[in-house]
């Protein structure tokens, strides 16, 4: 029943890695989003997808890639894994996608790179 | 993106005492919106703003937008443990940002 889950919970991985984290809504959303959280607890846009089309690309290095299969799914590919890069990652999604409608995040992914 | 400041960053209050946290933008806004994310957790959506001026109550939680649209504040009364969190407002144009929260510690 969970609206939007994400996987993994916990990500723990060397500087230098490729690592993937997925995303999946069940609420017919047409868009979807990447928010990094740091420690500080500020919560910044990475990407957002609608109907498969990148809408919103914040500036990120171009080492973080959104990949969305369909529009239930969209995936963070992230390559060669940077100290900085250690946050927790939110996925969350909208109906269309305009700023007045509600946001429904995901349990969100804790990544640790060491 | 538009900016949204939040103030204060960090809040400790009394259990029973009352925690007020205000958002503040330098552009007139559309809308905005209060999020709550637990320690631990994720955000969630709590209310929308639209109009001028109003005013939303939910229990003890009470949303204001500001005359001019440029600032919005939530306000509890009477904080118990679990009002613990971090408290977002978020607004955009096109796309929604969020403010830079404020974290809420209710001491027992």
């Known amino acids: 029943d969970t609206a939007v889950s994400q996987t993994p919970k916990y990500l723990v991985t060397q500087m230098g890695n490729d690592k993937s984290i997925k995303c999946e809504q069940n609420?017919?959303?047409?868009?979807m989003y990447w928010y990094k959280q740091d420690s500080k607890k500020f919560l910044k846009i990475m990407f957002s997808y609608n109907n498969k089309e990148l809408i919103i690309n914040e500036t990120v290095p171009n080492r973080f890639s959104p990949k969305s299969p369909d529009k239930a799914h969209l995936n963070l590919h992230i390559n060669s894994l940077e100290l900085g890069d250690s946050a927790v990652y939110f996925c969350?999604?909208?109906?269309?996608?305009?700023?007045?409608?509600?946001?429904?995040f995901g349990p969100g992914t804790r990544l640790l790179v060491l | 993106g538009q900016q949204v400041m939040q103030i204060p960053q960090y809040q400790h209050v009394q259990e029973g005492e009352d925690f007020t946290t205000y958002c503040n933008s330098s552009t007139t806004l559309s809308n905005i919106q209060w999020y709550k994310q637990r320690p631990g957790g994720h955000p969630v959506f709590l209310i929308q703003l639209v109009k001028s001026g109003e005013v939303k109550k939910q229990k003890r939680l009470t949303f204001q937008f500001g005359e001019a649209k440029k600032n919005s504040s939530l306000h509890i009364t009477a904080t118990q443990t679990t009002d613990v969190g971090t408290y977002f407002c978020?607004?955009?144009?096109?796309?929604?940002?969020f403010g830079t929260g404020t974290r809420l510690t209710v001491i027992p």
């Open positions: 978020a607004s955009g144009a096109n796309n929604l940002f």
């Open positions: 969350a999604s909208s109906h269309t996608g305009t700023a007045q409608e509600t946001q429904y």
């Open positions: 609420l017919g959303h047409d868009t």
